[in-house]
């Protein structure tokens, strides 16, 4: 067993029988983010968030979460990364991670009008209005990739192949990214839908293989508001969804030229926006 999953004894009902065993069930822990900030003489050390996520890539979670919300462009604002806090029982890990931002990024704290509370559903829980969403985002996402329909049908079973977790739990999210030729270049899982996509996004923040304008991310479950936002800051073109997505999903990616796939599997997929990404549509 690994720190994102935990064995339980339970009583499984079946059939009419009932017996005693073990089971694996996906780890949540919470996990704080602060950032240091501020010139030499000023550096404050500030609590940003609290999200309910599955340990694991947490500094990949972090750069993808600052990079969603526009406190950081690239990999160049980020100095370091200090894993800080209690060492959780039994584990060499802790719970709190601070990201100490360059000296000159320009960066209000007071501004962003929160010491907010994230849950593993909701992703943008405490924001003092939705209008404030679209402010940091590009005028429109820049990409020229264009997708072969077939190809797009095998990238939720792709995905799929690399849930390992999720093999041993069946209770956790996944993003993963794929190139123009359908190879899965990376891949995360979590209990939380936009805790697992920051990871991705983040684990390229951090290997400095930005820019994803060409590349494909695909999601496990539906499209919501934020997850269209994290990937549009990410200036990802192609979102490919196994479930729906929202009203609000479709119009901002609508408005931002992203190409917005729901209900995508084996044999079917909706394209919501941008459709002349995706060749030989019937």
Do not use: W
């Amino acid at each position: 067993m690994n720190d994102s999953a935990k064995q339980f004894q339970i009583v499984r009902f079946q059939d009419g029988q009932h017996q005693s065993l073990k089971d694996s069930v996906a780890v949540e822990e919470p996990l704080e983010i602060r950032v240091v900030f501020g010139g030499e003489k000023k550096r404050r050390d500030r609590s940003l968030s609290i999200t309910m996520r599955t340990p694991g890539a947490d500094r990949q979670l972090a750069a993808g979460f600052l990079l969603g919300e526009g406190i950081i462009r690239n990999s160049s604002d980020i100095v370091e990364f200090e894993s800080t806090g209690t060492v959780v029982e039994g584990t060499d890990r802790t719970n709190q991670l601070c990201v100490h931002l360059r000296e000159d990024l320009p960066f209000d704290f007071a501004s962003l009008q929160r010491n907010f509370y994230t849950t593993s559903s909701c992703g943008i829980c405490g924001r003092a209005s939705l209008e404030a969403v679209g402010v940091h985002l590009p005028e429109s996402v820049k990409s020229q990739l264009e997708i072969p329909a077939d190809l797009i049908s095998r990238l939720p079973d792709a995905l799929r192949e690399s849930q390992a977790t999720f093999d041993q739990t069946g209770g956790l999210h996944a993003a993963g990214c794929f190139d123009d030729n359908g190879d899965l270049l990376a891949s995360f899982e979590d209990v939380g839908r936009h805790n697992a996509l920051d990871k991705l996004i983040g684990n390229f923040v951090i290997l400095r293989q930005a820019p994803l304008s060409e590349r494909i991310i695909v999601v496990s479950g539906r499209a919501s508001f934020e997850l269209v936002q994290k990937t549009i800051a990410a200036g990802v073109g192609v979102l490919v969804a196994v479930g729906a997505p929202s009203s609000l999903a479709v119009e901002l990616a609508a408005e931002f030229g992203v190409t917005l796939i729901g209900f995508a599997s084996a044999n079917r997929f909706n394209v919501y926006t941008e459709p002349h990404r995706v060749r030989r549509l019937s």
